[in-house]
């Protein structure tokens, strides 16, 4: 099994290094962190590659009526 840094992780998904890490952290992505480094199996990769560009919407206030 090979194991893969965040560096390769964005690399192969097109993002920064610091989005994997946010994508770790918000338990969207699996990982293990050893020492320092975060390590990643690429099949994991798969459970965040299908995703929508941008910031999600806010949430539309019901109007007064």
Known sequence: MKIIGTTEAGRRLGISDARVRALIMSKRLR????????????????????????RPRKARKASKR
């Open 31 to 54: 990982a293990v962190k050893v020492g320092g480094a975060w390590l990643i199996d690429p099949k994991d990769l798969d459970a965040v590659k299908v995703r929508k560009v941008g």
